[in-house]
């Protein structure tokens, strides 16, 4: 007797091979999956049933396509579960169908058939359960929404089931010795029981032996070297440590694998994961806690839950639990790291130092553990926080890249010790130390602070750069500039230009607004206008010896001059593009010091040679 | 010589693409933009400020976005062949959106930053629907008439979709605020619900709804649906100073459903985003949110004072951590109302007073709801 399905089949094997599955080889994993089931099933009616699946590949002598048997020894199925599958394949065409189904055994049978579907156009079951009467049944389904189901004229001898396919001539790639061989070892190679593969060339039992993290070994050292070994088969990669892995919410056990590399950011982890020993995903990326992304992991779960397509888990209070007791297991190895084997550590934290701190920023006891085991950059060099407190009380950094280049040099000279904090999570880590040890001092430094530092002149040398000091406040007044003179190191460094992050601001948007029109000119004069910057500083060096001759220049021009080019060049030094008013000091500056050295007799300037603009050509 | 400072600027522009959104990412950006104009070479200028544009909207520096776009804009102008303002337009729109949360930009400029958009826009012959939508968002957060509002609410949705229109997620986020406004909490969780359900999602959505529903549901008395909203959202809100207003709603939440100590946690975690954000609407938020939850402690009396880990840049910042309840509740208020004046001063209208009054209105609807599990 023929019958019909409830639906358009061809919509649900559209859904399936468009929407859901990312290549028609999941067939096979999908015939695995209700294949392990099947066996599971039979163990908990018969402890102790080994279970085996066997997969033959007929090919044909006369070049038609060829047919895939593929046999379980499992429960199999009775009358009444056939035409509950069938059900199920009928309310198959809702995604949301598909997964509610997924999770009793009788709704993955009938959708792990429909998979089928994309390769060939016509299957045959032949069943016979372990819980019924004996009797053997078959169903004869096809691509276009028919089938029949009778009693089979070949009785099946032992319980278990038989699938055949037969591959559409265009799918026919998919029914290669090789390819069968790849996909079953590919997805099954977890599993408890043997999978043979029978071929024209004979017959073969793929390698399934189980996990290799939950074998016994005979040392640790052995145990890691064979998890290294496999990590290095499964994902091509020298790994740098292994890290076990068990969580009881989701029952999840497997092995991280520490990267040999820092990956980037944006390249979030694709862990290799199975479901009850099948394999689910390659790229499953929901697995750990944000911070944990330098491991790649191989875990098998067999309590979370896979979405429709299988390739993921879906997104619930189960694998939120499952994520969090595994993050535990890699903080564990962390901490214990910090303990034992602090250099160790240290080449960890060389090579994923993004990862440890984004986990001491969340978790203080963690952070306490390995603040001071962290390397900073300073301006006396690369030292852990361990070092630098040593030899410094009070903790000083500066959170931009700008800050500390503007200050590394000098601050250097100077014997202060600056740390970089411009890398990420470096500010946050510093300002929670005082609330994590006790009893220390942290303090965000600026350029602006810089001259705090500073020698203060004698008595005459404040009278005999006074002059150099009005010149300089009133020709870096237009520019928001202040001047001051003092004494620093290093002695080869005439100036220092310093502006806090506003003033850095300030300054984008005043180049912004000389290359705006109307609307955002005035736009950016209010954006101006309400920035709380603090006027810049130029500080001039008394120990460099350009500048103390310049104190001495009487010639005016000569003076101005050269403060504009000593602006000019403390500007450029700091990485401050020049607006366009700047632009024009450094040109007329230019030309003014090339006049004086061409009027000038042996570069002295003097009887008004020196200046700005056109006075050379006279 | 030049060799070497190219390099270096795309060594700071791979840096910056390897980070998540956030300050690190701007400040590489921003370098790279210095280092390009410090050699005026404005091609690089361009396309670093490109980049800073992107990166300074999704981490919370809509300030920073707005000058480097102004800049680019007068690229464009100078040479439209070379700067295609076409290729910014997604990036104008953002920019656009945002200035009215800065009291100090005017009516007027406002109004002619959207007259730029639209004759932009109107140049490809595209854009109505996201002038109109912006439009109705300005009105709206101006605090103009009701019928000005609805009818620019109308005509958004009326018109028809093409590429510079919002992802239908985003939209549809943005469409929520209207219903909010009219207090329409049914309309608002139907309208939300495949947002909700994590069928559609986009670059900061749901991590905006997720805040925007919390008050809705607690209105409708949905109270453990609110409290798995609030752990979901505010995880996703924590690390990106962009979701300071959102962080607000979820702080308000806390306040309303009496779980004062959390409230206190999110306070101190996020005061330091609050103090220099250029955002002064989502300034306003947090501090209106700060000054209910602090009024709350207040209220339950046993205590004067707090201690908290506020950061250094505060003001008042105390260095053994204890901080006088009365004073701080003060402080915060203080911030909101003088925010709210400079809206409604620059806004001719009264909207923002009335948010802040609206602060008296919670305080007869708190209603304690654990948001821990209790151990039983």
């Not at chain 1, 004869?140 to 099946?156: F, W």
């Not at chain 2, 930009?105 to 932009?120: H, N, P």
């Not at chain 2, 900061?204 to 649906?225: A, D, S």
Request: net charge negative; hydrophobic share 40%; with cysteine.
């Amino acid at each position: 007797m023929d019958h019909r399905f409830q639906v358009s089949l061809r919509g649900v094997i559209d859904l399936l091979s468009h929407h859901l599955y990312s290549s028609p080889g999941v067939y096979v994993r999908e015939l695995l999956q209700n294949a392990t089931d099947a066996i599971r099933a039979r163990q908990l009616l018969e402890p102790g049933h080994a279970g085996t699946v066997r997969l033959e590949l007929m090919e044909k002598q006369d070049g038609s396509p060829p047919t895939l048997l593929f046999t379980d020894d499992g429960v199999g199925l009775t009358e009444d579960e056939i035409h509950r599958f069938l059900a199920t394949i009928g309310e198959s065409s809702k995604r949301e169908a598909l997964e509610a189904r997924r999770n009793d055994f009788i709704g993955q049978f009938g959708i792990g058939l429909l998979s089928c579907f994309m390769v060939c156009d016509e299957l045959l079951v032949v069943t016979r359960s372990a819980r019924g009467d004996g009797r053997t049944l078959e169903w004869r389904g096809r691509h276009d929404g028919t089938y029949a189901v009778r009693a089979s004229e070949h009785p099946l001898a032992q319980p278990g089931t038989q699938v055949f396919l037969v591959a559409r001539p265009d799918m026919a790639h998919w029914f290669t010795a090789t390819r069968l061989r790849n996909l079953a070892s590919h997805y099954g190679g977890l599993l408890p029981f043997p999978i043979h593969l029978t071929t024209g060339q004979g017959t073969e039992r793929l390698d399934t032996s189980g996990a290799p993290w939950r074998r016994e070994y005979d040392s640790a050292s052995e145990r890691r070297k064979a998890l290294l070994a496999y990590g290095r088969e499964l994902f091509d990669t020298d790994f740098v440590d292994c890290i076990p892995l068990r969580s009881t919410a989701g029952d999840v056990d497997g092995v991280a694998y520490v990267l040999p590399a820092s990956p980037h950011f944006n390249s979030r982890q694709k862990h290799r994961v199975y479901l009850k020993h099948m394999l689910l995903s390659e790229s499953a990326e929901n697995l750990l806690p944000d911070w944990a992304f330098f491991v790649k992991c191989v875990v098998n779960a067999n309590a979370l839950r896979p979405t429709a397509s299988r390739e993921s888990f879906y997104e619930d209070d189960a694998l939120a639990a499952a994520r969090e007791s595994l993050g535990q297991s890699l903080r564990g190895y962390l901490m214990e790291l910090a303990r034992e084997d602090p250099r160790a550590l240290q080449r960890l934290i060389a090579l994923h130092g993004l990862s440890v701190k984004a986990l001491a920023l969340d978790d203080d006891d963690f952070y306490r553990l390995i603040i001071h085991w962290l390397p900073f950059e300073t301006s006396m060099g690369m030292m852990t926080l361990a070092d630098y407190r040593r030899a410094h009380p009070v903790v000083r950094y500066t959170s931009t890249l700008d800050g500390f280049r503007q200050i590394a040099q000098v601050a250097g000279a100077q014997g202060l010790c600056i740390i970089n904090a411009a890398y990420t999570h470096d500010t946050s880590l510093l300002e929670k130390l005082p609330h994590a040890v006790p009893d220390v001092q942290v303090e965000p430094f600026s350029s602006a602070d810089l001259p705090q530092s500073f020698d203060e002149l004698t008595l005459d040398e404040r009278e005999a750069t006074f002059p150099l000091l009005r010149m300089a406040e009133s020709v870096l007044a237009p520019f928001r500039c202040g001047a001051v003179v003092k004494k620093f190191y290093p002695a080869e460094v005439p100036t220092l230009y310093s502006s806090d992050a506003e003033g850095a601001f300030r300054r984008d948007a005043e180049r912004a607004r000389e290359e705006s029109d109307d609307l955002y000119a005035g736009v950016l004069d209010s954006v101006m206008a309400a920035s709380g910057s603090e006027p810049a500083q130029l500080c001039f060096n008394l120990h460099n010896p350009v500048v103390r001759r310049l104190a001495a220049v009487a010639d005016r021009d000569m003076l101005k001059l050269s403060v504009e080019m000593l602006y000019v060049q403390a500007l450029l030094l700091g990485h401050h593009p020049l607006n366009a008013q700047e632009m024009v000091l450094l040109n007329q500056g230019l030309l003014g010091l090339i006049s004086a050295q061409l009027g000038g007799d042996g570069g002295r300037g003097g009887e008004g040679s020196g200046g700005a603009g056109p006075r050379g050509l006279h | 010589m030049s060799g070497d400072w190219r390099e270096q600027v795309e060594s700071l522009f791979a840096q910056a693409d390897g980070l998540a959104d956030g300050e690190s990412k701007v400040r590489l950006l921003e370098e790279a933009v210095r280092l390009a104009d410090t050699h005026k070479d404005v091609g690089m200028g361009y396309r670093m400020r490109d980049a800073l544009i992107d990166a300074a909207t999704f981490g919370g520096f809509p300030d920073k976005a707005l000058v480097a776009f102004a800049w680019c804009r007068g690229q464009q102008k100078k040479d439209p062949k070379r700067f295609d303002p076409e290729e910014m337009f997604w990036k104008q729109k953002w920019v656009v959106g945002r200035i009215k949360e800065f009291p100090h930009i005017t009516r007027k400029q406002i109004q002619d930053a959207l007259d730029d958009v639209e004759q932009c826009f109107k140049a490809t012959d595209s854009g109505v629907r996201a002038v109109l939508k912006m439009r109705y968002q300005a009105a709206r957060e101006m605090g103009d008439a009701a019928e000005e509002v609805e009818r620019l609410w109308n005509a958004w949705l009326e018109t028809r979709r093409d590429h510079l229109t919002d992802c239908r997620v985003c939209e549809l986020d943005d469409e929520l605020d209207h219903h909010a406004d009219k207090g329409e909490w049914q309309q608002v969780l139907r309208k939300a619900k495949p947002i909700l359900d994590g069928r559609k999602s986009c670059a900061e959505i749901p991590h905006l709804t997720l805040g925007t529903v919390l008050y809705p549901l607690f209105k409708l008395g949905e109270l453990e649906h609110a409290r798995e909203i609030h752990r979901r959202g505010y995880a996703m809100v924590t690390k990106n100073r962009e979701f300071l207003s959102t962080v607000g709603e979820h702080m308000e939440f806390l306040a309303l459903t009496d779980n004062l100590s959390r409230g206190l946690t999110l306070l101190e975690k996020h005061l330091g985003w609050a103090l220099d954000h250029p955002s002064y609407r989502d300034r306003f938020t947090f501090y209106a949110a700060a000054a209910f939850l602090l009024e709350r402690v207040l209220a339950a009396g046993d205590r004067d004072v707090v201690s908290l880990r506020l950061p250094k840049t505060f003001p008042n910042h105390q260095a053994d951590g204890g901080y006088d309840v009365r004073a701080l509740h003060a402080w915060t208020l203080g911030q909101a109302r003088d925010i709210a004046n400079r809206f409604d001063t620059r806004n001719g209208t009264d909207r923002f007073a009335k948010l802040l009054a609206r602060n008296q209105v919670l305080a007869g609807e708190v209603r304690p709801f654990p948001i821990e599990k209790r151990d039983q």
